[in-house]
């Protein structure tokens, strides 16, 4: 992994929308396709007819693409989705189609997003013209706590998220609304949790979720990062042991033992889940500018053997003879190519890494990567 200079800001950002069977998603698409600030957007779904798009055309309709009135494109896949956003972005190009600036992919129910995620970081033409925003995932606020219980995917689908639509709220008790919300807390942090009824939300919330910021024109790292929500409560950040190389701030947000949340849960009647005890949501802080090659020689060993339980991995890191911060963020196996940052966010210039994992915990990270780095410093 070599660091390069900071991505053109003008490669489209995508989104990707998520969520399980029945959480929303269509009735969001719906509305946000009407939604006069969703102008200049292509949105990539399975089919036309399960949004309901008829009574929306109006300018013209081809076999897989249709120009709506809110000035959103809407396309289909047609064979794999490399070839579908390829194709899209080539029509773009030769003013086949409106220059729309942003796309929204609609997985379906029972997807895992990673691949589709690996699809962006990993194809050439497509990472040249494109670039990861964020991931948007619903969650059903009348039946999100039974389908986290019985699939894992939806529990994976919210630990990655950097947006959580908490949908059909105007439909489900208040208690199991709060119940569900502070379960989705445990699980992934850092993801603002937005309540939605009848799809209507604000798409300004949706969006510029990556480390770009298009709105102030600047790589906005506290932002993305938001490191801070992994800190356990009334923990100092700037009361540290400097004999140390590392400092875990922040700890394993792993509901399976959390008591109070356990009497919480049954107090209202839901039975504690089995699914999130696997989840973890951790910040690793160290305090010692890192050695690259070794770094990333530890990055290497950890995505090979435990890839796919690396659900998704962020960083800004201080690297040793740099007085630029990088920045990194990983998909299980995969990696963006690392971005040279022009400056620090803030006079706090430790390495801030930011783990989501199935079945790993902070300790072993923690152990594992000082196993490589500490090696180098005593060298």
Same mark, same amino acid.
């Given at each position: 992994m070599s660091a390069e200079a900071a991505p053109a800001?003008?490669?489209l950002p995508v989104s990707v929308i998520t969520g399980f069977l029945g959480s929303g998603k269509t009735t969001l698409l719906k509305y946000l396709l009407k939604h006069p600030d969703m102008g200049q957007t292509a949105v990539i779904i399975n089919e036309f007819g399960e949004v309901g798009l008829d009574h929306l055309l109006v300018e013209k309709a081809e076999d897989d693409t249709i120009l709506l009135d809110s000035g959103c494109l809407c396309c289909t896949i047609r064979g794999d989705l490399i070839d579908a956003m390829r194709r899209l972005y080539k029509r773009r190009h030769k003013g086949e189609i409106p220059p729309f600036k942003r796309v929204v992919i609609e997985t379906t129910g029972l997807a895992d997003p990673a691949p589709i995620l690996h699809t962006l970081m990993q194809d050439p033409v @497509?990472?040249? =013209?494109?670039?990861? &925003?964020?991931?948007?995932?619903? =969650?059903?606020?009348?039946? !999100?706590?039974?389908?986290? &219980? *019985?699939q894992m995917e939806s529990v994976k689908q919210a630990a990655v998220a950097d947006r959580l639509l908490l949908t059909k709220c105007d439909l489900a008790d208040a208690d199991r609304v709060a119940a569900l919300e502070a379960r989705l807390r445990r699980l992934n942090p850092a993801a603002p949790i937005i309540r939605v009824a009848q799809g209507v939300v604000d798409p300004a919330a949706l969006f510029n979720a990556g480390l770009y910021n298009p709105e102030?024109?600047?790589?906005?790292?506290? *932002?993305?990062?938001?490191?801070?929500?992994?800190?356990?409560?009334?923990? &100092?950040?700037?009361?540290?042991?400097?004999g140390h190389h590392d400092h875990d701030h922040g700890h394993d947000h792993d509901h399976g033992h959390d008591h109070a949340h356990h009497d919480h849960d049954h107090a209202h009647g839901l039975d504690v889940n089995r699914h999130d005890a696997h989840i973890r949501a951790f910040c690793i802080i160290r305090d010692k500018p890192l050695d690259w090659e070794r770094f990333c020689a530890w990055i290497d060993m950890l995505t090979t053997t435990q890839?796919?339980?690396? @659900? *998704?991995?962020? !960083? @800004? @890191?201080?690297?040793? !003879?740099?007085?630029?911060?990088?920045?990194?963020?990983?998909?299980?196996h995969l990696f963006h190519p690392p971005v040279l940052l022009p400056s620090w966010p803030s006079d706090d210039r430790r390495s801030k890494l930011v783990f989501i994992t199935r079945d790993l915990d902070q300790a072993a990270i923690t152990e594992s990567m000082n196993a490589f780095l500490d090696d180098a410093t005593a060298a």
């Open positions: 800001p003008e490669r @497509l990472t040249s =013209v494109y670039r990861l &925003d964020g991931v948007i995932a619903t =969650v059903d606020a009348v039946n !999100g706590w039974m389908q986290m &219980d *019985r102030s024109k600047s790589l906005d790292v506290q *932002r993305w990062l938001r490191e801070e929500a992994y800190a356990p409560p009334h923990d &100092d950040h700037e009361h540290h042991d400097h890839g796919p339980d690396l @659900l *998704r991995i962020k !960083g @800004l @890191l201080s690297v040793a !003879g740099e007085s630029q911060p990088v920045a990194i963020h990983g998909v299980q």
